[in-house]
């Protein structure tokens, strides 16, 4: 299986700054596209940001121009760069990885265990 590690989340004022950080890991897997995903208490966990192997991305509307998603293609590592934090962006944020064996054209979706990021006013 593959298996995701997050970093970076805390605790934050508003208007500051954090850069998340997820590393897959697991033998003879190919991941395609990977993304962030949050959910705050009593809400459904919506897409955050998207990003494919070739580098095309797609945002919420609620983060755009405040949020950037990249990643390393070589180490297969997923970043979101988050700017201009306000309070709504308090939630548990998921690594989410479209990920295949090697050889095999069946597609596997993965998750993280997800980081706390809580935004003060």
């Known amino acids: 299986q593959v298996q995701l590690v997050e970093s970076g989340g805390g605790l934050v004022q508003a208007g500051g700054s954090l850069r998340l950080s997820c590393a897959p890991s697991?033998?003879?897997?190919?991941?395609?596209?990977m993304g962030w995903y949050r959910q705050a208490p009593g809400k459904q966990r919506e897409l955050v940001a998207r990003i494919t192997r070739s580098g095309s991305t797609n945002y919420a509307d609620s983060v755009k121009g405040r949020f950037t998603i990249s990643r390393d293609n070589g180490k297969n590592t997923l970043y979101l760069q988050m700017n201009i934090l306000k309070p709504e962006d308090t939630a548990v944020y998921y690594c989410?990885?479209?990920?295949?064996?090697?050889?095999?054209?069946?597609?596997?979706?993965?998750w993280g265990q997800g980081t706390q990021v809580a935004v003060s006013s």
């Open positions: 697991g033998s003879d897997w190919s991941i395609n596209a």
């Open positions: 989410n990885a479209e990920a295949r064996r090697v050889g095999n054209s069946y597609v596997y979706n993965y």
